[in-house]
DNA sequence: TTATTTAGAGACTATTTTATCTTATTTTTG
DNA sequence: CAAAAATAAGATAAAATAGTCTCTAAATAA
């Protein structure tokens, strides 16, 4: 796996909080989002939390609280929410996991990694938030979990 | 992390048999192994066995036993020992982890991921055992844990 | 054929990640 | 100011991954 589910869900809700906010200005219910997205919704807290605390999102309590970016979409990638969740590991670290592993005494497999996730970065480091949310409605693409992955308990009875 | 650790071990390790398959026909003793790898032996034994499981090596017990490659190693990638230990889910899962992700009903990030994963395969899947191994002696590339990073219980006493 | 050496197999433990549950704390609304 | 609505925070649980330990089975060598 090469995002954390953590991270995954990061980026969903990045993105669901960009298209909701090219909309209003209001803060965005981590409540509806996490219905939305079928995301659990405590989980999503915390990683929302995470986001917050890197300086991604603000969140506001109580009665139309919820969270909203903090800069403009369009000066956030997707980058710099994978970073804010999983570290920069995924783009610095070793294919192979080996301490020191680099120019001077490179692995096995040095050459043709650093090719593939400089180029991972550079790919991700070009999309924006607000490119990116916006082609979600443009091109109607796919980014919610499907419904049932998450268990409703609010059933009837 | 791309790879989990059992499959960059299983790696390393498919590295160090046909390493060794190059200079005797000898089984490979997993003990021996574990301790030039500085992989734990038990844990290193099991991914062995998954890779025997795979058709990747053969093992025999006994003494003067261990593990050998089953195939001649030019005719084994490294795509093949990943998908052996981690599956193909790296090279064809959603990068979102978004199930049913595909061209029809694309997810935010499906191109740019498409285009990253496949060059990934098509890099891995050219690389075979015996031209890497090769190129550890002829490079002097680096291709154990670093010592410690597995502790050794026959201290002194 | 018996002892030794080595891999195989399964139970067990530890750690990390993912997810849930409960209790604050803050903000708005009446 | 009190009630309600929403996020924050921390404890707890479940699941996946990583690692260890013990015993079994097979092969060699004396």
Same mark, same amino acid.
């Given at each position: 796996?090469?995002?954390?589910?953590?991270?995954? /869900?990061?980026?969903?809700?990045?993105? /669901?909080?960009?298209?909701?906010?090219?909309?209003?200005? #209001? /803060?965005?219910s981590i409540g509806k989002m996490s219905k939305e997205?079928?995301?659990?919704?405590?989980?999503?807290?915390?990683? *929302?939390?995470?986001?917050?605390?890197?300086?991604?999102?603000?969140?506001?309590?109580?009665?139309k609280g919820g969270v909203a970016l903090k800069r403009d979409p369009k000066e956030?990638? *997707?980058? #710099?929410?994978?970073?804010?969740? #999983?570290?920069?590991? *995924?783009?610095?670290?070793c294919l192979l996991g080996l301490p020191g592993c680099g120019e001077e005494k490179p692995c096995p497999v040095h050459g043709e990694w650093d090719g593939i996730r400089a180029n991972l970065f550079h790919t991700f480091r070009g999309k924006n938030l607000e490119e990116t949310a916006k082609s979600i409605d443009? *091109?109607?693409?796919?980014?919610?979990?499907?419904a049932g992955a998450e268990v409703d308990r609010e059933d009837s009875g």
């Amino acid at each position: 796996m090469v995002l954390s589910k953590a991270c995954t /869900y990061g980026i969903l809700a990045s993105l /669901y909080v960009a298209r909701e906010s090219s909309r209003s200005k #209001d /803060y965005v219910s981590i409540g509806k989002m996490s219905k939305e997205l079928n995301i659990s919704f405590h989980f999503l807290t915390k990683i *929302l939390q995470q986001l917050t605390s890197a300086g991604i999102l603000v969140s506001m309590k109580g009665p139309k609280g919820g969270v909203a970016l903090k800069r403009d979409p369009k000066e956030i990638s *997707l980058v #710099d929410v994978v970073v804010a969740i #999983d570290g920069m590991g *995924l783009f610095t670290d070793c294919l192979l996991g080996l301490p020191g592993c680099g120019e001077e005494k490179p692995c096995p497999v040095h050459g043709e990694w650093d090719g593939i996730r400089a180029n991972l970065f550079h790919t991700f480091r070009g999309k924006n938030l607000e490119e990116t949310a916006k082609s979600i409605d443009e *091109l109607n693409l796919r980014f919610a979990l499907p419904a049932g992955a998450e268990v409703d308990r609010e059933d009837s009875g």
